[in-house]
């Protein structure tokens, strides 16, 4: 990795955004996931569920905890979820295989009750988000490591995170929605040299964006 290019060269020496720090399940996690189009609402409800436990710690923290939040909160399934009570809130706060925070597990039960509303106006809660998806005029010209260090956040962020607590979700700054729209393919922020990026733009290109 340089500070120049923010690439790291990969176990097959292609070069790639260097935060995978080429540990396996990071590397695979950029390979297979980051940045790919997604428009089924299960994943998303989960991802941005997910970021929401990430405030205070780091994304690898949580991709290693991944299928214990999957089973705790039920494959984050959004009606199931919303059901949850407050004795499955005592009960998440027993179980060490999660981050057991009581404000997030909280905020987690009710953000699903929001998705279902959300899902239920908007025809499915893809729709809404993509909704988000920021025109070629809101996108760098080129995406670096200068460009990603300096934008946390962006202004798609911030009105989609504004949106969402009018709506009564928590738990959903701007930066953990940016990073949730980077994961989730609403951006492609690959960046420039990595070898995801041009792939991710054809993906990006086919992907048929939900309404």
Not at 33 to 49: H, N, Q, V
Not at 69 to 78: L, Q, T, V
Not at 113 to 138: H, I, K, N, T, V
Not at 158 to 169: A, I, T
């Amino acid at each position: 990795m340089t500070d120049e290019t923010g690439l790291l060269a990969g176990p097959d020496g292609a070069l790639r955004c260097a935060w995978h720090a080429n540990l396996p399940d990071y590397l695979a996690y950029h390979d297979n996931e980051w940045g790919r189009p997604m428009a089924e609402d299960t994943r998303l409800f989960e991802k941005i569920c997910l970021e929401g436990f990430q405030s205070g710690l780091s994304w690898l923290t949580i991709l290693r905890k991944r299928e214990n939040f999957r089973e705790a909160f039920d494959g984050f399934e959004i009606d199931r979820v919303a059901e949850f009570t407050n004795k499955d809130i005592e009960h998440l706060l027993g179980n060490a295989g999660i981050v057991r925070h009581r404000g997030k597990i909280v905020s987690t039960i009710n953000n699903a009750r929001r998705a279902r509303e959300m899902a239920d106006e908007s025809g499915s809660l893809a729709a809404w988000f993509w909704r988000f998806e920021p025109g070629p005029d809101e996108r760098p010209k080129v995406v670096d490591v200068a460009h990603m260090r300096a934008n946390p956040t962006t202004p798609v962020s911030v009105r989609m995170s504004k949106e969402l607590k009018k709506r009564g979700w928590s738990f959903v700054g701007p930066t953990t929605v940016y990073a949730f729209m980077q994961a989730m393919g609403l951006v492609n922020d690959h960046l420039e040299g990595c070898k995801c990026r041009q792939p991710i733009e054809k993906e990006r290109k086919a992907f048929k964006r939900p309404r």
